[in-house]
């Protein structure tokens, strides 16, 4: 049939990739696609492995185009230095910040990593910023993402000193929420709080439920990680 590649025909596939990348390219440049921009951007880094080249296409999308998905993986560049970039953990919080504001499949990761490099405060001139890290921890809960509830939680068990006070009640509230997503530390904590009445009261059986939920938990975790090294 017309149209169908021959994957065991060597010539055949670099000629297909090849045009790939002419199509995404004009996607990008030409016709001004930002999706397009992104899928040539994943084609230099996954198919062509230049990561110089694709950490230029990300920084084009992700400035001029605002797109989302560009900007989360242009932070990621900026993190550890890929792709030619000069490592600054500033520049990557940017990046993560317009992630996340702007939407799209990547933001509840990007709006974590902004909490991430608030709460750790070296992105930061004043250091760590507890109420953005509790903003933004507290958007990409609200998306499901569980460790962002997990460390909204343990923010605020512990408090801040730059004026985040401790907030028993709601750091239960979040481990619950972590645990209903799957996270094993945040039944734990859970599970701990109802046992010892921090932030409620004391509840032996909501306890031992959470505690056996992170026992089963870990459980599939290490059976995971035993079926991954086969």
């Known amino acids: 049939m017309a149209g169908l590649i021959n994957f065991e025909d060597e010539n055949e596939v670099k000629q297909f990739l090849d045009n790939l990348g002419v199509e995404y390219s004009f996607q990008c440049y030409k016709e001004k696609q930002p999706?397009?921009?992104?899928?040539?951007a994943d084609y230099l880094e996954g198919v062509k492995k230049n990561y110089e080249s694709t950490a230029k296409v990300l920084k084009h999308n992700c400035e001029t185009n605002g797109h989302g998905e560009s900007c989360y993986k242009l932070g990621a560049y900026y993190i550890s230095g890929k792709g030619g970039l000069t490592q600054c953990l500033q520049t990557a919080y940017s990046c993560f910040m317009r992630s996340c504001n702007a939407g799209g499949k990547k933001s509840r990761d990007a709006c974590h990593?902004?909490?991430?490099?608030?709460?750790?405060?070296?992105?930061?001139?004043?250091?760590?910023?507890?109420?953005?890290?509790?903003?933004?921890?507290?958007?990409?809960?609200?998306?499901?993402?569980?460790?962002?509830?997990?460390?909204?939680?343990?923010?605020?068990?512990?408090?801040?000193?730059?004026?985040?006070?401790?907030?028993?009640?709601?750091?239960?509230?979040?481990?619950?929420?972590?645990?209903?997503?799957?996270?094993?530390?945040?039944?734990?904590?859970?599970?701990?709080?109802?046992?010892?009445?921090?932030?409620?009261?004391?509840?032996?059986?909501?306890?031992?439920?959470?505690?056996?939920r992170a026992r089963e938990l870990h459980g599939i975790e290490k059976e995971q990680q035993l079926k991954f090294g086969e």
């Open 35 to 40: 999706e397009g921009c992104q899928r040539l």
């Open 113 to 212: 990593n902004v909490g991430l490099l608030a709460h750790d405060g070296r992105a930061m001139e004043g250091g760590t910023d507890a109420a953005i890290a509790r903003q933004y921890y507290e958007k990409a809960c609200a998306e499901g993402f569980a460790p962002s509830c997990f460390n909204l939680s343990a923010l605020l068990i512990k408090g801040n000193a730059t004026g985040l006070a401790p907030d028993m009640p709601m750091a239960l509230k979040y481990a619950d929420r972590a645990c209903e997503l799957g996270h094993v530390w945040g039944c734990a904590n859970a599970s701990r709080m109802y046992k010892l009445g921090d932030g409620t009261e004391k509840d032996e059986k909501k306890a031992e439920e959470l505690k056996n």
